[in-house]
């Protein structure tokens, strides 16, 4: 049974850092490209960054030099490493890939 679960949230002040991970089992973790996503309340879900298979990156824009996401194989885990933070980033940071989902791991950026 394929599990996805995050840690590393907490509450931190604006301009801060904070590193998630995510730890997947249940499947070949190497194998799959993974993505984290965030949703605030009352918005919708949204893509921060994924990551293939192979290691290549992207991002969307807002986090675009600020957020680095990466992988450990070895540990069958995914990381976000998060600087600057922003108290508009403040969510519920999800893991994911092929349409499976951690429970997520709150963020909370205070001004």
């Known amino acids: 049974q394929v599990q996805l679960v995050e840690s590393g949230g907490g509450l931190v002040q604006a301009g801060g850092s904070l590193r998630l991970s995510c730890a997947v089992s249940?499947?070949?973790?190497?194998?799959?490209?993974m993505a984290w996503y965030r949703q605030a309340p009352g918005k919708q879900r949204e893509w921060v960054a994924s990551?293939?298979?192979?290691?290549?990156?992207i991002y969307t824009d807002s986090v675009k030099g600020r957020f680095t996401i990466s992988r450990d194989n070895a540990k069958n885990t995914v990381y976000l490493q998060m600087n600057t933070l922003k108290p508009e980033e403040t969510a519920v940071y999800l893991c994911?890939?092929?349409?499976?989902w951690g429970q997520g791991t709150q963020v909370t950026v205070s001004s």
């Open positions: 249940g499947t070949i973790f190497r194998l799959h490209a």
């Open positions: 990551i293939t298979s192979g290691g290549a990156t």
């Open positions: 994911s890939y092929n349409n499976n």
